[in-house]
């Protein structure tokens, strides 16, 4: 029997179309407004969202944006382009990409695989995140559902599962850090984005596990396999045991709140505290993305800099992400191949 006839599909956040204001509220709507992002009644949604925060935050968005915005759009889409392409260059699939809001869209990425390889049968779809959160991996993969649900494709389409511990992205992080890890720092911080402890609840299977207690992350259960804080914390004991790094050289922070109730300790507050502990010297890595973004090239980078300069730090830098790194899409090269072709 023939092996089927697959696509891939490489699934990422997005961005707006531009630096324009109009297109960053039009983006931020589409995003906020996802139910598993800010997960509230929907008419309060409407209220919060179109109402309060995106009037206000596009603007600043908008200005954010251009601080790192590139000759070829948004550095996030960019990089994801350049990763099919390298990814491309290892498989005999064809390879498109998708992003969850803005452009393109995943019915784009869909119809471009299918007028590439009209006979079909199966698209992997892989979100470019590692660990599993109902506002990242969980969102792509039902969104991707319904649009192909939707559309009625011809193709059957699997996910790739999350992969905070798979060895090869785990080796693939850790080259990523070694060269930096040559230079002189006090400590490493693992910032990773927040996320609101309901949403830890909420996709704790058992409904007895996550967060009832102060080690549940290390307390074997199912709920792991959904469990974001969890999976974060795993990436970073097994990425510091293969790099051989000293607890006392390390701690782990949730950065990009938005509100009340989340994962805490903050990163921004981290930044600000830290030279006052006597860390002077910082390097600090954002794990839960993999392509440079918003959240890592200005929030980081530049703001985050900022701050713990001026509260008395000496030097601080920022490890990108795996980006193209050739171990990274290796990597996605094995996930891929692992699928069960169903």
Known sequence: ??????????????????????????????????????????????LLIKGIIVPFRAPKSA?????????????????????????????DM????????????AKEGFDKLLKRLPDL?????????????????????EHAKEIHAKNNYPFSLEF????????GYIHALAERMR????????????SYHGVPQRHIRKSDVTGCHCLRTPDCCDVASPAHDFCYRHQCFTTVKLVTEKLGIPKNKFSISFQSRLGKGWLQP?????????????IKKLLIICPAFVSDCLETLEEIAMRGK?????????????????????????????LVKQTPDK
């Open 121 to 141: 049968q199966e698209v992997i779809a892989v979100p470019l995140y590692p660990h599993y959160a109902m506002s990242s991996y969980e969102t792509a993969v």
């Open 94 to 105: 064809p390879v498109e990409i998708a992003m969850r809001y803005g452009n393109p869209s």
């Open 179 to 190: 060269p930096f890890m040559a230079r002189e720092f006090d400590h490493i911080l693992f």
């Open 306 to 334: 900022e701050s713990f300069m001026e509260a008395g730090g000496e030097t601080y830098e920022m490890i990108p992400c795996l980006n193209v790194e050739p171990l990274w899409v290796e990597t996605l090269k094995e």
């Open 1 to 46: 029997m023939s092996e089927k006839k697959r696509g891939i599909v490489l699934m990422n956040l997005g961005s707006p179309d531009s630096t324009a204001t109009v297109d960053v509220r039009r983006y931020l709507n589409e995003f906020l407004m996802d139910e598993r992002v800010i997960d509230i009644p929907y008419l309060a949604r409407v």
């Open 63 to 91: 200005e954010a944006y251009k601080e790192i915005w590139t000759d070829k759009g948004s550095p996030l889409v960019e990089t994801t382009r350049q990763l099919q392409q390298a990814l491309q260059r290892l498989v």
């Open 160 to 167: 790739v599962k999350p992969y905070y511990n798979n060895p």
């Open 266 to 278: 903050f990163t921004d507050k981290r930044l600000e505290d830290m030279p006052k502990e006597g």
